[in-house]
């Protein structure tokens, strides 16, 4: 998960970290100037998912599993001012997922061609006026047959087009569903930055979801997602750090196609601290956390996450 991968200028190269980190901030910042939410407020992605190390991928030939557990605590949701606007809300999402990377080796404009796949499971809890709920399942199933990733020196970038699939169940009476009930479909792109021996990091990724139409005829909004993390390496194998999350919603919610009351858009921006733990060339585990701030039409809480991830050699190596 870390190591050298060619010869850099540290002084140059920070110089355009800076630049690409303050672009990408300024523009999220642009983006949620105005109070610009998916149905019930909730995201298709799994928001902070692919804050650290967020632009790389497996060596040639390579295979990488990952394990993701998260859990999501929140106590209020906010309306279009971000005032809490439901009564005895709350919610706990109990989540944990797989996802199978592979780099095929195979060159593809200048890069690689990498095929992801993720499947999460989800439990949740939910507590509104009228009563309290739980439900567990398969969320909205992740799939990006066509990556291409590249690696120069210490940068890391690559461009891909999500496809999002449906939850696997949904019953329009349940007051709690797993996941989001319609299929979606955008464009990601993301870079990591890894000085010398790892001792600093820099990533950031880029997300836009167009959300279709789902079971009960409502569809979201798009979602714009900006993901990121700055770390420093405090020893040989720990790197600690900040990571975090914009989530701006850029169109109005539809209801039999027409645009629900006010549009219904969801803000998030979210920062907390990460640390990062190298076990091997390719293996490590990272810790995170991050807490909602500057909320609209969402819920407003925290998400504690663990993640590991090693790889699976098939074939051999180039």
Known sequence: MSGIF?????????????????????????????????????SVYPLGVDTVLGGMMPPPKETKFFVFESFYSANEKDNSVGQSVVPEFKVRVFASAVRVSHNWGVPVLGGRLESIFAVPVVYEQLHIAPGKYDKAGISNVDLSPVVVGYNKGNWHWFYRCDF????ASYAKSDALNIGQHNSAI????AFTYLSNKARWEASSKVNYFVNFHGAANY??????IW??????????????GVNGYLYQQVTDDQKNKIAVAGGNRGRDLAIGPAARFTLGKQSGFTVKYTHDTLVENR????????????PLTFGKRE
Request: hydrophobic share 40%; aromatic share 8%.
């Open 299 to 310: 819920p407003r809480g925290g998400s504690l996450w663990f993640q590991i991830g090693f």
């Open 164 to 167: 999002v699939l449906p939850g």
């Open 186 to 189: 955008g464009p990601a792109g």
């Open 227 to 240: 993901e990121y993390a700055a770390m420093r390496g405090i020893a040989r194998k720990v790197s600690i």
């Open 219 to 224: 569809r979201s909004g798009n979602e714009l």
């Open 6 to 42: 060619g010869e850099a200028s540290i002084k140059r190269s920070g110089k355009v970290i800076l630049l690409c980190l303050a672009g990408s901030f300024i523009t999220g910042l642009l983006l949620s100037g105005e109070a610009y939410a998916t149905e019930n407020g909730v």
